[in-house]
């Protein structure tokens, strides 16, 4: 997706500099105006042009003086607006902020998950190492430690993860069995939701996760309370390892949102361990969100932001790719694409063989 730049004066560009500058005061106060309930109450109260600062701090059992802070910086960032008679409403971006789903998910993560550790974003830089990730625990990557993070750590992880993959399932499950494959592997499977859909679309498929240790027992007690002990089977494997191997077998090899995981070199290697895993009807199918095939600023915004969570919490090395990354190295693979396809709002689904 190609972008302009929008031509805009010194005085709205220094303006705009200075909003970089503050960023993290708005963003942590906007965490606060949520997390109090201030935004809640404010929409619950828009009678009458809203409440007042000073209703807000008794209703709220919060001091006017922290109020009266949250309040200023809320309205100069346009998160609220104040009418004469000093009642404050929900500006449409609050509103967003703060009922939006997608910018909920958004900001709980970066909150709980990736604040602290984007302090050491200049170092990731220039090690190429997750330098941010003792923020949240000592290990080598987050994958090896998402089985042991907080409670609200974990779930603004998973929300996020799952928010951009969910609701693309549907559609994809109509397409992926269109040829009944009888044995898929979910590679990546992290909770087991995608092999739990899969044995609930259809009766016969059986599926094998193949992730790391931590997240395999996350997912097979999944399998197991959703009562498909019987149908889903875990390979335990580290991709990052000298000479990561996957079983043959499988009908349909599925990645969804895994491969952005990897530094490119790492893709390479991945693609090729499973095409030599593959035989001659095999599929491999790789779904991701793509910064090159969006249709909207904000989306491709949102991607380049996650790139950066990748350099500094996930790996060091990884990030949102474009499209055309991805096409070279599936040919370097030695597989050949036959299908490209959109696939709701922000996907893209790339069906391979091998050559």
């Given amino acids: 997706m190609q972008t302009t730049t929008k031509k805009i004066n010194a005085l709205e560009a220094l303006e705009e500099a200075h909003k970089i500058a503050f960023a993290p005061f708005v963003f942590q106060a906007s965490v606060s105006l949520r997390k109090l ?3 809640d109450y404010i929409f619950e109260n828009r009678e009458n042009g809203g409440p007042t600062a000073q209703k807000i701090s008794e209703e709220l059992s919060l001091s006017p003086y922290g109020v009266g802070v949250l309040l200023e910086i809320a309205l100069t960032s346009n998160i609220l607006s104040k009418n004469e008679a000093e009642k404050y409403e929900l500006t449409k971006i609050g509103y967003f902020l703060n009922f939006d789903t997608t910018a909920s998910v958004n900001l709980n993560f970066a909150h709980d998950v ?3 550790g984007l302090f050491h974003l200049n170092d990731s830089i220039k090690t190429g190492k997750p330098e941010g990730l003792k923020e949240l625990g000592h290990w080598p990557t987050i994958y090896e430690g998402l089985s042991q993070l907080k409670p609200s750590e974990q779930k603004a992880w998973f929300d996020f993860d799952h928010h951009y993959s969910d609701n693309i399932f549907g559609e994809a499950l109509e397409k992926i069995f269109q040829k009944n494959p009888k044995v898929l592997f979910d590679v990546g499977g992290n909770t087991g939701k995608f092999s739990i859909k899969c044995c609930n679309f259809n009766d016969d498929v059986k599926v094998k996760i193949v992730d790391l240790p931590g997240q395999l027992n996350m997912a097979m007690a999944n399998a197991e309370s959703n009562g498909f002990k019987d149908r889903i089977s875990g390979y335990a494997i580290d991709w990052l390892s000298e000479n990561p191997q996957i079983p043959s077998g ?15 070199a790492e893709i390479l290697q991945i693609l090729k361990t499973c095409a030599k895993s593959m035989d001659a009807d095999t599929e491999l199918v790789i779904v991701e969100t793509f910064t090159d095939r969006q249709a909207f600023k904000a989306s491709q915004f949102i991607l380049e932001a996650t790139s950066l969570y990748f350099t500094v919490l996930a790996n060091g090395n990884s990030k949102m790719y474009p499209a055309s990354v991805f096409i070279k190295l599936i040919e370097k693979a030695g597989l050949q694409l036959q299908e490209d396809i959109q696939i709701g709002d922000y996907h893209t689904m790339l069906v391979c063989k091998k050559k």
């Fill in 250 to 264: 499988a009908d349909l090899i599925w990645m969804c949102q895994f491969l952005d995981c990897f530094s490119e």
């Fill in 37 to 39: 309930g201030i935004l």
């Fill in 114 to 116: 990736c604040y602290k």
